[in-house]
């Protein structure tokens, strides 16, 4: 199984200051199609979670473009460029490259 | 308008068996691969398996292998999760996701 690990654990941030989520995976996500399956899930506190990366860097509808993603091959990033308060819960790494799909342990965001 | 709509909030006792379902509508059901997803209380997300409801290909993770069992019916867009003999490390929130489209979760308790 492919292991995703993500850094840090959590991360208190000030409103209006950016923030940064790293995943890194056991093997390179890059499948046979050429096609890198990394995705970034948010969970709000009480809710699903909800689609807001796909393949690394594409932002799902409706998502605010202060959600960017970043990375290739086995190293990824999410980045927050001003958080907001809507923004607190736990984010999630995620590959759809192979099965078992796997994700990530999860990053929680607060505010400071 | 996608949506996964899950059965409600189950309550039982351990050894006793369970179904739940994830409706899909708005889009196509029989084209997209449909997945399961555990979260145990206060934990990440954990990948179950996953069905293609086209033609019940069907994937499990290893962690899930012969502990439960996922199975669509397209006549009606319904897509399941079974267990034969729960235990009480079943509870849990469990949710159906199109990876892009999650459903609003399952809250599954089991008790004695």
């Known amino acids: 199984d492919i292991v995703m690990t993500q850094t840090p654990l959590s991360s208190p941030v000030t409103l209006g200051q950016p923030a940064s989520i790293s995943c890194r995976s056991s093997?390179?996500?890059?499948?046979?199609?050429?096609?890198?399956?990394l995705s970034w899930l948010q969970q709000r506190p009480g809710q699903p979670p909800r689609l807001l990366i796909y393949?690394?860097?594409n932002r799902f509808s409706g998502v605010p473009d202060r959600f960017s993603g970043s990375g290739a091959g086995t190293d990824f990033t999410l980045k927050i460029s001003r958080v907001e308060a809507e923004d607190v819960g736990v984010y999630y790494c995620?590959?759809?490259?192979?099965?078992?799909?796997?994700f990530g342990g999860g990053t929680k965001v607060e505010i400071k | 308008e996608v949506q996964l709509v899950q059965s409600g909030a189950e309550v039982k006792k351990p050894g006793e068996s369970l179904k739940i379902s994830c409706k899909g509508s708005?889009?196509?059901?029989?084209?997209?691969?449909i997945g399961w997803v555990r979260q145990m209380p206060g934990k990440g997300l954990e990948w179950m398996g996953i069905?293609?409801?086209?033609?019940?290909?069907?994937r499990y993770s290893p962690s899930f292998q012969g502990q439960v069992t996922i199975s669509a019916d397209k006549s009606i867009s319904t897509a399941y999760l079974q267990w034969s003999s729960l235990k009480a490390s079943d509870t849990a929130m469990y949710y159906c996701?199109?990876?892009?489209?999650w459903g609003q979760g399952t809250l599954v308790t089991v008790s004695s």
């Open positions: 996701s199109l990876n892009d489209y």
């Open positions: 708005g889009y196509s059901f029989t084209s997209y691969w």
């Open positions: 069905i293609y409801p086209g033609d019940s290909d069907t």
């Open positions: 093997q390179s996500l890059v499948h046979s199609d050429g096609n890198t399956y």
């Open positions: 393949k690394i860097s």
């Open positions: 995620m590959q759809a490259t192979q099965f078992p799909l796997t």
